[in-house]
T-cell receptor, first 114, second 113 residues
């Protein structure tokens, strides 16, 4: 069974631009969560989607948004990029809503903002 | 506030020895805990989980212990191998319905021959 797939693997953007990251969950998984990982802040929760609905949201500004499609694939978007948005963005899927089954992570998208 | 912390940022062990990675959590309402292993260039990999109605759970070469009285979680790795070298994170779920995993800062495990 294929794991969580994130594309692209690496991305370089300029301040002010926007970016869209993609995540394909493990087949059959209905929940997708997004996390931001930085050396200074560690792993921080962005949001979770289940059956195309956002179930939970972390403490990030509105520039960070996401969505989930009917096939459970998810995208997250960051608008008006700032230097501080440089991070590893991790997507995780779970069979059910998180809390009922463990999260399985992809290898992330490394975003660099210059 | 909510926090999950680790006692040691770096743990060095000799190959073949047992490793113990500790984690303290602050929210007594947390009822689900997970340990993850993250190798360089990869995402966190699920190792083992435990719910608050248990105090011990065993997997292959790993054991998680939960002490709710002192809000402490530990991961024990038996016969540590070079492939175990990674950063280990504990994570807590802030109760059913909250559905937000809070991760600790991580402990780097270094295995030397």
């Amino acid at each position: 069974k294929a794991g969580v797939t994130q594309t692209p693997r690496y991305l370089i953007k300029t301040r002010g631009q926007q970016v869209t990251l993609s995540c394909s969950p493990i087949s059959g998984h209905r929940s997708v969560s997004w996390y931001q990982q930085t050396p200074g802040q560690g792993l921080q929760f962005l949001f979770e989607y289940f059956s195309e609905t956002q179930r939970n949201k972390g403490n990030f500004p509105g520039r960070f948004s996401g969505r989930q499609f009917s096939n459970s694939r998810s995208e997250m978007n960051v608008s008006t990029l700032e230097l501080g948005d440089s991070a590893l963005y991790l997507c995780a899927s779970s069979l059910e809503a998180s809390g009922n089954s463990p999260l399985h992570f992809g290898n992330g998208t490394r975003l660099t903002v210059t | 506030g909510e926090s999950v912390g680790l006692h040691l940022p770096t743990l060095s062990v000799q190959e073949g020895d047992n490793s113990i990675i500790n984690c303290a959590y602050s929210n007594s309402a947390s009822d689900y805990f997970i340990w993850y292993k993250q190798e360089s260039g990869k995402g966190p990999q699920f190792i083992i989980d435990i719910r608050s109605n248990m105090d011990k759970r065993q997997g292959q070469r790993v054991t998680v212990l939960l002490n709710k009285t002192v809000k402490h979680l530990s991961l024990q790795i038996a016969a540590t191998q070079p492939g175990d070298s990674a950063v280990y994170f504990c994570a807590e779920l802030l109760g059913r319905g909250a559905d937000k995993l809070i991760f600790g800062t991580g402990t780097r495990l270094q295995v030397f021959p």
